[in-house]
């Protein structure tokens, strides 16, 4: 774990290969760093992750300092000056009052619904919901998925089949319809059952991935090594297998967070999801759609929100798939390789993103194995 | 190989009865099925509970009932096999699920066909162009489509595309800055499309942007919105193209027999233009026009065939595809040909983009005018799925293709010095293909389940309606018959899945 910068290199000097110059242009750059330096550096690279990383930071803090969190009886209040389930007088016929030039908030910036309760308020809680559900279910889902995918995958013989059937028996329902029979149940009970569920539901497909995964890497050398160096199964799961499957597993759950969000407000606009008094911002969109005509900005607002949330997710999911597993960024534009060719000046950062797919995947050496 | 299909099979099957077993008492444990009438005051009250509980067998515990499901599936109950009981209104599930199915196959057919389709092809080109702005903007544009929630894009298609297409058409004139506009944006797209270099490119620019711009403003002259057509001179220029640009792609445009059979197939097709918008096309009906499509096809082939020397197979499947191309472009002009006449007829009234519903109700005509009313009211779920399934179509065929295009193979066949259209064409995409098979087959069994909330939103009363007014009054029968096409088929495109892939695949072993 060296603290030394890595020199930038300048790849003047290479004439002869390309790939030969990017290669140790990577060589260099991630020389004496530890694998989760080196991943962090490549999402921190990924311009529309950082973007995204930024703005769902800014969504969690505006959505719960605003209208303060609620749990049952208990409350704290936010700055906000209304709060979501009352109604006040409709001022200027409900219109948002939010401009940019000039720039004013005013008293209800996205407008009020026809009964005079202040859309912001109304979305800001639908949010908090929302990513609640959205965290989790990303970490239930992961969790299950995890431990049944590294099972299976570790032992095969009869667990893994019992355990893969019961997976293929989950996966023929479609999650929209099972978590739509069991929302209409347990849907009165409040959105944290609600994501439960969906978590209980949600952990398939990465159960399937984490036994791929587990199915390779236990036959690597370094497994051999633990089991021959006297390590119970405990560790060599814990220890040597799952610290190298850790990207597969970050990258799906981002994405399995960013369909929760989808189906939590499907089936909230199917009326099987988040019941009233509460809201979701599945349930505003559901409850407004009739007055798209009139009153538009019931219905702009929380799907802004809702598109704003899951899109930060999956850039996020994007920019951790592209740290964990760089082979996607393997071929370098013809505009790239000629100007790597041609240029005597130091190349600059987008040649080095190309350059250090040419790395084989190497997720599986056998130092990450106890360093992570 | 048939030891490996049959075991998957069977464990198909048992896969498959233990889904809708777990289905069966989820639904009906979901609520009371009694409810409504529990709380009724009607004086005949515990009259009605009794008559409900025997119909359906409410008094049985559902981890039983099930079993009498079950049973009236494979006929033991003396209803004939394939028996999926009766709704709380006791009607027969059987005939309420075959229309569901018919409206919805209609639905998400023509959606998932466009979908993959235009995803594999526009994975692809972004594959080809990786890092451009094109790629850049098609990425971001995935990502923003793979966040919509349905129902959210279907309300705005409804007020913008359809409420605003249709006041458009009332008047229907392009002012001269959306032509600029327009033009730009398709100069732009075909500038990053095609692969040139350097002052080309600026060429490519030129030729997209002022063709669009030409083509609005002959749309704009000749009134074309509210009298669409694309009459003899469009029909020659287009399959023109069409013989061309399917030679081009499919065998290079150095092969000239195929050249050679796709300019006769095209000519062919212009030749039996008049006869069939005048004469043929009233005599058809859905089949019979189907039946045509198909002899217009197999003609082609054959023409490919019997010219196509020692090159047989390419040769013929270059031309099949033109002469279907054809024959799709000479049926879309028939269709247009009745647009005007549809959308001033009493039941439209100018408004011919619908918002809901699958059909104009009491309306009657030709196969043409059927045929538009239909498109009018596919219209815009098919928006609304393709923009949903389009996105990871695309970046599944982008990134299979990117994985396929650095393998060694790759670089020997651009080394032995084949053409850049071979390399990617007969190298590349067809093995790029073979992930993408799966993962389409993948879907295809789960878009029938996904379409629920697009059908509730565009009011088809389809599958969705079936699962979910079972749902909502606690009645499995409905619910199950909805899941048996449902999960059955999700099951059955997950075995055709895996078999596709061993097919395709020699390095794959099952065994």
Redesign the interface.
């Known amino acids: 774990m060296s603290n030394i910068p890595p020199p930038v290199e300048q790849p003047g000097h290479h004439e002869g290969s390309v790939a030969e110059a990017e290669n140790s242009i990577e060589l260099k750059e991630i020389a004496g760093l530890s694998q989760g330096q080196i991943v962090r550096r490549r999402f921190f690279r990924h311009k529309?992750a950082l973007i995204s990383m930024f703005a769902l930071a800014f969504i969690i803090l505006l959505s719960f300092t605003s209208v303060g969190v609620a749990f049952g009886d208990w409350k704290s209040g936010g700055w906000w000056q209304y709060t979501w389930n009352v109604a006040v007088e409709i001022e200027n016929n409900g219109r948002p009052t939010l401009s940019l030039f000039p720039f004013a908030i005013g008293n209800h910036p996205f407008g009020q619904d026809e009964v005079g309760r202040d859309i912001f308020a109304v979305v800001m809680r639908g949010t908090q919901q929302s990513l609640m559900i959205m965290v989790i279910v990303g970490v239930i889902a992961t969790i299950i998925g995890t431990v049944i995918g590294a099972v299976s995958g570790y032992y095969r013989g009869w667990r893994d089949s019992v355990l893969m059937?019961f997976t293929?028996?989950?996966?023929?329902?479609?999650v929209?319809?099972?978590a739509?029979?069991?929302g209409?149940?347990f849907g009165d009970f409040g959105a944290p059952v609600l994501a439960v569920i969906l978590g209980l539901l949600l952990w398939t497909g990465l159960a399937r991935l984490v036994r791929g995964e587990f199915l390779s890497l236990r036959e690597r050398e370094f497994v051999d090594a633990a089991r021959v160096a006297g390590a119970n199964d405990n560790r060599i799961i814990f220890r040597h297998i799952l610290p190298n499957a850790i990207g597969v597993i970050i990258v799906n759950s981002t994405l399995l967070m960013?369909s929760a969000i989808?189906i939590e407000?499907?089936i909230s606009?199917?009326g099987?999801g988040v019941q009233a008094p509460d809201t979701s911002l599945?349930k505003i969109?559901?409850e407004n759609?009739v007055a798209?005509?009139t009153r538009p900005w019931l219905?702009w607002w929380p799907?802004v929100f809702?598109?704003a949330i899951?899109?930060c997710i999956?850039?996020i999911g994007?920019g951790l798939r592209d740290a964990f597993d760089p082979?996607?960024k393997?071929?370098?534009?013809d505009?790239?390789l000629a100007r790597a060719d041609r240029d005597k000046t130091p190349v600059g950062p987008?040649p080095l993103a190309?350059a250090e797919a040419r790395v084989p995947r190497a997720s599986g050496s056998t130092g990450m194995g106890t360093g992570l | 190989m048939a030891t490996f299909v049959v075991r998957r099979l069977i464990?198909s099957i048992?896969?498959?009865i233990?889904?809708t077993y777990?289905?069966y008492i989820?639904?009906a444990?979901?609520?009371d099925p009694l409810e409504d009438l529990r709380t009724s005051s009607a004086p005949n009250k515990q009259q009605l509970i009794e008559a409900r509980t025997a119909l359906l067998n409410l008094d049985v515990p559902p981890p039983l009932r099930y079993f009498i499901w079950l049973g009236g599936i494979f006929g033991l109950t003396g209803k004939g096999f394939g028996y999926l009981g009766v709704t709380v209104q006791n009607q027969p599930v059987n005939v309420l699920l075959g229309q569901a199915m018919g409206s919805t196959l209609q639905l998400v057919t023509l959606a998932t066909v466009v979908a993959i389709i235009l995803g594999i092809v526009v994975g692809i080109t972004t594959a080809l162009?990786?890092?451009?702005g094109y790629d850049y903007g098609v990425t971001?544009l995935s990502?923003?489509f793979?966040?919509?929630?349905?129902?959210?894009v279907a309300?705005l298609l409804k007020?913008y595309l359809a409420i605003g297409f249709n006041d458009f058409l009332r008047d229907p004139a392009i002012p001269w800055w959306l032509i600029v506009i327009l033009a730009l944006i398709s100069g732009v797209i075909w500038m990053s499309i095609i692969p040139r270099k350097g002052i080309q490119r600026l060429y490519t620019f030129l030729i997209a942007a002022v063709a669009t711009a030409a083509l609005l403003v002959y749309m704009e002259l000749t009134d074309w919105f509210s009298n669409p057509h694309i009459g003899i001179v469009g029909i020659v220029l287009s399959a023109a193209g069409v013989a061309f640009g399917v030679t081009a792609i499919s065998t290079g445009l150095r092969q000239r027999r195929a050249l050679r059979a796709s300019i006769i197939v095209a000519a062919i097709g212009i030749a039996m233009y008049y006869p069939f918008m005048l004469f043929i096309s009233y005599y058809l009906t859905f089949w019979t026009w189907v039946g045509l499509g198909v002899l217009a096809v197999a003609v082609s082939f054959a023409i490919g065939w019997f010219t196509g020397g020692a090159d047989k197979a390419p040769v013929a499947r270059t031309a099949a595809i033109t002469g279907f191309l054809v024959a799709a472009l000479i049926s879309l002009d028939r269709f247009m040909s009745v647009w005007n006449a549809y959308a001033n007829s009493s039941r439209i009234k100018g408004r011919p983009i619908a918002t809901i519903g699958s059909s104009t109700p009491g309306l009657e005509g030709s196969l043409w005018v059927m045929g538009v009313d239909f498109f009018t009211h596919l219209l815009l779920p098919t928006i609304a799925l393709i923009l949903i399934s389009f996105a990871s179509y695309t970046r599944y065929s982008r990134?299979s293709l990117?994985?396929v295009?650095?393998q060694d193979y790759i670089r020997t066949a651009r080394a032995k010095g084949l053409t850049e259209r071979t390399v990617v064409v007969r190298h590349a995409f067809r093995n790029a293909l073979i992930p993408i098979a799966t993962i389409v087959a993948f879907d295809i069994g789960?878009i029938v389940?996904?379409a629920?909330?697009t059908e509730?939103v565009f009011g088809w009363t389809g599958m969705g309606a079936l699962?979910?007014n079972g749902?909502d009054h606690v009645d499995p029968n409905p619910?199950m018959a909805?899941?048996l096409v449902?999960?059955g088929l999700?099951?059955l495109f997950n075995l055709i899945a895996d078999l596709v892939y061993a097919g395709l695949d020699p390095r794959i072993r099952v065994s």
């Not at chain 1, 393997?330 to 534009?333: A, N, T």
């Not at chain 2, 162009?129 to 451009?132: D, E, T």
């Open positions: 529309g059937r293929d028996v989950i996966i023929t329902i479609p929209i319809v099972i739509a029979v069991l209409r149940r960013a989808l407000t499907g606009f199917l099987y599945g969109i559901s759609q798209f005509a219905f799907g809702i598109i899951a899109l999956n850039f994007d082979r996607q393997r071929m370098p534009s505009r790239a987008a190309e | 464990a048992f896969i498959f233990a889904a777990l289905m989820l639904v444990l979901s609520g162009r990786q890092y451009s971001f990502f923003l793979f966040s919509l929630p349905i129902f959210w309300v007020q990134a990117l994985e295009m650095n789960g389940g996904g629920v909330i509730r699962f979910q749902l619910v909805f899941f449902v999960g999700a099951i």
